[in-house]
Nanobody, 123 residues
Framework: QVQLVESGGGLVQAGGSLRLSCAAS????????MNWYRQAPGKQRELVAA?????????ADSVKGRFTISRDNAKNTVTVYLQMSSLKPEDTAVYYC???????????????WGQGTQVTGSS
């Protein structure tokens, strides 16, 4: 099991900045990638940014150059950050932290999710 606890989020004016944090604990050695997703009202959940255990990053085109994902590895926890800059009203969504794991000895993916945090960019 992997436990994820998110923090950050809130209301920010367009052009402002915000940082989200996600602390992972439990079977962190099984985590292949830590990801941030978001879901706006009436829309499907979409991948915003990802960082692998090796440190490789990937971003949605809509946030490239504005958002930065990073991670801090400790002995028993991994904390992932999403630094959001130049926020736009269209960034408004519930942001979810996701841990991508695979069952040992198989290619079966198992995902864990944080509780979600609201980010609102006001115009």
């Amino acid at each position: 099991q992997v436990q994820l606890v998110e923090s950050g989020g809130g209301l920010v004016q367009a052009g402002g900045s915000l940082r989200l944090s996600c602390a992972a604990s439990g079977r962190i050695f099984s985590i292949v990638s830590m990801n941030w997703y978001r879901q706006a009202p009436g829309k499907q959940r979409e991948l915003v940014a990802a960082i692998t255990s090796g440190g490789s990053t990937n971003y949605a085109d809509s946030v490239k150059g504005r958002f930065t994902i990073s991670r801090d590895n400790a002995k028993n926890t991994v904390t992932v950050y999403l630094q959001m800059s130049s926020l736009k009203p269209e960034d408004t969504a519930v942001y979810y932290c996701n841990a991508e794991t695979y069952i040992s000895g198989s290619n079966l993916r198992r995902d864990y999710w944080g509780q979600g945090t609201q980010v609102t960019g006001s115009s």
